[in-house]
Structure formats: C-alpha cells, structure tokens
C-alpha cells in the first residue's frame, strides 16, 4: 500500500478541505466562508442576512468562536439550524472541524452554508475550509489602512462588506483609500458599504448573495 506523507498542517487541511468540497459540490450547496476583525459586526450581518433572505433560501450556520455559545444563541433566535464550534483557544477554524460540526447540522434541502470564522485577520485566511467564497468584513472603526497591514485576508476575499457606515462620521475613516486600496489589491472584489445597525446598503449585499446562491444551484443541474 502505498503510503501518502503529509508534510505538514496546512497540507492535511487541504485534503479534508477537498473532501469537504466535493460534499457540498454533490448537494449544490453554496459554502461561505465569513470572517473580519473581532467586532466588526459578522454576527449582526449574519442576523440581517438571515432575515432577508429565510423565506427564499434555505439557510445553515457554523459559528466559530474560541469559547461561548453566544453567536450561536443570536442565529438560532432567527429560526435558523446552527451549530457552534468552540475552539478552545485556537485563533481560526479548520476544515477538520467543519466535518465534526458537520456531524451535527444536517445539509438536505441547504441552499447556503454559513461559516462564521473566529475573529481574526490573519489566519483564518489561511486554512481553506471548502468553501466557495471568502467574504470579510471591515468596520469604519477599524482604520482604513488594515487591507494593507493584513492584506492575504483582504486579497482573498470575493466580497468586503464596509459595515458600521452609520459611524462613519464621527470616524477619520477614508471610505476614498480604502476602495484604492482594494482595488490595487484585489481587483475583482465586490465591496458593500453598509450599516447593519441602520440596515443601510445592506439589500445590495443580499441580493448579489442570492445570485451567488442561485449560480451554484445552476452548475449542478
Ligand atoms: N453602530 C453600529 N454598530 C454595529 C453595526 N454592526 C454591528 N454593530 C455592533 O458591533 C458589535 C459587534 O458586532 P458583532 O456582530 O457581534 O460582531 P462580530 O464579532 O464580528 O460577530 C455589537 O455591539 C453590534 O451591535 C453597525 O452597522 N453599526
Ligand atoms: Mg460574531
Ligand atoms: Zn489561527
């Protein structure tokens, strides 16, 4: 038998990654993998998704945190099946723990598969979970210079949500930079200011979700 040597971590993630993929391939499920700075505001986006778009698209999530059940209490109260991940001090999520979740969150009849990845702007990016698209978030209360100082985030994500827009005033945020910023680094990003307090902006966001979703369904008939 021939023996397949793993050679190190970010290898071994890959191949349950793969495994992972070609599950959610085989039910058309879009995967979304949802990560920001601690408190930029995925939770809150998540909430404000959920409620847009539960009547058209049916909707499951994976909540990453280092401990707590909080997240998951808020996206369960929207009616939602929600399993929570607790990483006990790991500072992202892994494909391997998406398979245990897994274990425990049905994916018949899932359209959309949200993974809410632990706060963090640097290797949540690295460790590919199956996903089809990296989505981050960045608040106008963090500085408009962090696409820069973290940029593999930012350069790997398909949309940047620029939520907290309804702070922006009292912010010295450059909403200018920040899109010359992305556009150098990532050119084919979608970028959505928004405010998920205010619901601002937010409908545009959903509505380029659902087509994402839709497409998915589409490749696999
Ligand atoms: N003013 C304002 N606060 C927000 C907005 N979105 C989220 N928040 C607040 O920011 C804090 C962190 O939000 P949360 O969704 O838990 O962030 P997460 O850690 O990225 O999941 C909470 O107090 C939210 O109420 C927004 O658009 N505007
Ligand atoms: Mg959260
Ligand atoms: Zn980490």
Same mark, same amino acid.
């Given at each position: 038998?021939?023996? &397949?040597?793993?050679?190190?971590?970010?290898?071994?993630?890959?191949?349950?990654?793969?495994?992972?993929?070609?599950?959610?391939?085989?039910?058309?499920? =879009?995967?979304?993998?949802?990560?920001?700075?601690?408190?930029?505001?995925?939770?809150? *986006?998540?909430?404000?998704?959920?409620?847009?778009?539960?009547?058209?698209?049916?909707?499951? !999530? *994976?909540?990453?945190?280092?401990?707590?059940?909080?997240?998951? @209490?808020? *996206?369960?109260?929207?009616?939602?099946?929600?399993?929570?991940?607790?990483?006990?001090?790991?500072?992202?999520?892994?494909?391997?723990?998406?398979?245990?979740?897994?274990?425990?969150?049905?994916?018949?009849?899932?359209? =959309?598969?949200? *993974?809410?990845?632990?706060?963090?702007?640097?290797?949540?990016?690295?460790? @590919?979970?199956?996903?089809?698209?990296?989505?981050?978030?960045?608040? !106008?209360?963090?500085?408009?210079?962090?696409?820069?100082?973290?940029?593999?985030?930012?350069?790997?994500?398909?949309?940047?949500?620029?939520?907290?827009?309804?702070?922006?005033?009292?912010?010295?945020?450059?909403?200018?930079?920040?899109?010359?910023?992305?556009?150098?680094?990532?050119?084919?990003?979608?970028?959505?200011?928004?405010?998920?307090?205010?619901?601002?902006?937010?409908?545009?966001?959903?509505?380029?979700?659902?087509?994402?979703?839709?497409?998915?369904?589409? &490749?696999?008939?």
């Amino acid at each position: 038998m021939k023996v &397949q040597l793993v050679s190190n971590i970010l290898d071994a993630n890959t191949v349950i990654a793969k495994e992972m993929k070609r599950r959610y391939q085989e039910r058309g499920i =879009l995967v979304l993998n949802l990560m920001s700075a601690p408190g930029a505001g995925k939770t809150t *986006i998540l909430e404000n998704t959920i409620e847009c778009l539960k009547e058209k698209v049916s909707i499951a !999530v *994976i909540e990453g945190d280092i401990c707590t059940t909080l997240d998951a @209490d808020r *996206i369960a109260s929207h009616g939602v099946p929600v399993v929570q991940i607790n990483t006990e001090g790991a500072c992202h999520l892994d494909a391997n723990m998406i398979a245990r979740a897994l274990d425990n969150l049905p994916l018949e009849g899932v359209d =959309l598969l949200i *993974i809410e990845n632990v706060g963090n702007l640097v290797c949540p990016a690295e460790f @590919d979970l199956g996903e089809d698209l990296k989505v981050m978030v960045i608040s !106008v209360t963090e500085g408009n210079d962090k696409p820069n100082k973290y940029p593999l985030m930012f350069h790997e994500s398909r949309a940047i949500l620029v939520n907290k827009q309804d702070l922006l005033p009292y912010t010295n945020f450059d909403m200018g930079a920040l899109m010359q910023d992305l556009a150098d680094l990532n050119p084919h990003c979608q970028v959505f200011p928004l405010s998920a307090r205010t619901g601002e902006g937010v409908s545009a966001w959903v509505e380029w979700l659902e087509k994402q979703v839709r497409d998915k369904k589409g &490749q696999g008939q």
